[in-house]
């Protein structure tokens, strides 16, 4: 079955970076728009970043663009997000989902997440 | 932005009830809107997309409906795992997907 399984979350201090990585198992990664989607705690959910099967386009919330870098490894079956200059605001629970179809952008299954929390 | 609207945020009902809860979008974006269920503790999963069409597995008491840019989403006879977040989200229009606030089925 889909799988998507991420990693990469911890504690960091304002200012630092961590990398988050999600690896995919269960379809074929290489033709799969991906997603980053983030919920701070006890809030909602926030679409981060979202890169084309071929990472041809790159896509961000006006929030994390110029600290943010999603890519990919289709080698590797892997989706990432660099994160830079993290601020205590991106403190969250970071998810990798899947594009649901061809045809639409619902996002479809999720990761089960990983936390970050930006504290000094 | 489109901007969606859920309400209301919390949702009273008990077992075996019917809940039905709306998600209003501030700009026409047909039926590009999927709904999402959050259990506590666990990541949200797929209940509907094209505002109607159940995900794969989604059993027939969940149902969407859309009326302009209006959406609702019932569940009859509600189950225990049906206590939990739902959100709605629209992918007509982006950057940004945009997701409503959320409304909580409780007990």
């Known amino acids: 079955q889909v799988q998507l399984v991420e990693s990469g979350g911890g504690v960091v201090q304002p200012g630092g970076s961590l990398r988050l990585s999600c690896v995919a198992s269960?379809?074929?990664?290489?033709?799969?728009?991906m997603y980053w989607v983030r919920q701070a705690p006890g809030k909602g959910l926030e679409w981060a970043a979202s890169?084309?099967?071929?990472?041809?386009?790159?896509y961000y919330v006006d929030s994390v663009k110029g600290r943010f870098i999603i890519s990919r490894d289709n080698s590797k079956n892997t989706l990432y997000l660099q994160m830079n200059s993290l601020r205590v605001d991106d403190t969250a629970t970071y998810y990798c989902?899947?594009?649901?179809?061809?045809?639409?952008?619902?996002?479809?299954?999720w990761g089960q997440g990983t936390r970050v929390t930006v504290s000094s | 932005d489109i901007v969606m609207t859920q309400s209301p945020a919390t949702l009273s009902v008990s077992p075996g009830e019917r809940a039905t809860f709306s998600c209003r979008a501030s700009h026409d974006i047909g039926r590009n809107v999927a709904w999402y269920r959050q259990k506590p503790g666990q990541a949200p999963s797929l209940l509907i997309y094209d505002a109607s069409t159940r995900a794969t597995g989604i059993p027939a008491r969940f149902s969407g409906s859309a009326s302009g840019t209006e959406f609702t989403l019932t569940i009859i006879s509600l189950q225990s795992e049906d206590f939990a977040l739902y959100y709605c989200q629209q992918y007509f229009t982006w950057p940004p997907f945009t997701f409503g606030g959320g409304t909580k089925v409780e007990i």
């Open positions: 890169i084309t099967f071929d990472e041809t386009d790159k």
């Open positions: 269960g379809f074929t990664f290489s033709r799969s728009d």
């Open positions: 989902a899947k594009k649901g179809a061809a045809w639409g952008n619902w996002f479809d299954p």
